[in-house]
């Protein structure tokens, strides 16, 4: 199962709203749904040895552990969404939950719905399903979630953000970096927004692990050295196998291999 470090216990999440609709693109009325999020890994390389649900990315390439850390989660409010006047009131268990909140005195595409982690992630454990929450009626384009160092001592992710371990031609390497990057998608089209209407919607955010260490496109992890001979292929930004270019490589890939599937 999946590690989730900042929630022990089901989320207890009130939502007051106060709302009066002064313009809107349809006869909507007030209120909340639920949006439940989930992550997962997936392997959709032709030249995998198996399935999308394999850990084998090629046929050198094998990756036994995949976690991440995210610090937060935010949804941005469509633009041309209504506007709605008014207050909310957010209280919730570990985990803390707030709007972004203008003082212009609405509710409206300026605003954010922001979710306060740190999430850790077993991306490895199948599809997990890591946050339930209410959220207001709305349509939102934007999804955005940060990276961050996990300041958990007792986590094999402690001081850094993303950890990948495996073989490369049967030896043993570890991939770890402990950047702070934000990844933002952008609901462009109106058919991929966040719809919201009283009702329970479901996003998977997807990691595509063929994208990153894709010998074409992605990052060629043959060029990975043990270069003080120890047995173990080192890549951090600080390893002392000569990796360190590559792991800003690898960096980089991650944050252009995710995708977002509507459930």
Not at 112 to 131: Q, R, Y
Not at 194 to 201: A, F, H, K, L, V
């Given at each position: ?12 999440i009130a939502l ?63 633009e ?13 268990g ?28 077993d ?23 940060k ?27 570890i ?9 933002e998608?952008?609901f ?12 329970t ?7 595509d ?21 120890n ?33």
């Amino acid at each position: 199962m999946f590690t989730l470090k900042s929630i022990t216990g089901n989320l207890a999440i009130a939502l007051i709203f106060s709302l009066f609709f002064i313009s809107c693109s349809s006869d909507e009325a007030d209120g909340n749904g639920t949006l439940k999020l989930s992550a997962k890994t997936s392997v959709n390389n032709s030249s995998a040895k198996t399935a999308s649900t394999s850990k084998s990315i090629n046929t050198d390439v094998f990756v036994s552990d995949f976690r991440v850390n995210i610090a937060e989660f935010e949804l941005e409010l469509d633009e041309s969404e209504y506007e709605a006047e008014g207050e909310i009131e957010i209280e919730s268990g570990e985990s803390e939950f707030e709007f972004e909140w203008e003082i212009d005195g609405y509710y409206d595409y300026e605003d954010e719905f922001e979710l306060e982690g740190p999430f850790e992630l077993d991306l490895l454990a199948g599809e997990i399903n890591f946050l339930t929450v209410d959220v207001p009626n709305g349509d939102f384009e934007e999804l955005e979630f940060k990276f961050d160092r996990s300041t958990d001592p007792n986590s094999d992710l402690f001081g850094k953000s993303v950890l990948i371990q495996g073989t490369i031609n049967d030896i043993p390497f570890i991939f770890w970096n402990d950047f702070e990057d934000e990844v933002e998608v952008d609901f462009e089209e109106s058919e991929f927004d966040i719809s919201i209407r009283s009702n329970t919607e479901g996003i998977t955010i997807e990691f595509d692990l063929s994208r990153i260490f894709d010998v074409v496109s992605g990052v060629d992890l043959s060029q990975a050295a043990d270069g003080n001979e120890n047995g173990t292929i080192e890549i951090s930004p600080e390893d002392s196998d000569g990796n360190n270019a590559l792991a800003e490589s690898i960096r980089e890939r991650i944050k252009t291999a995710i995708d977002l599937l509507d459930d």
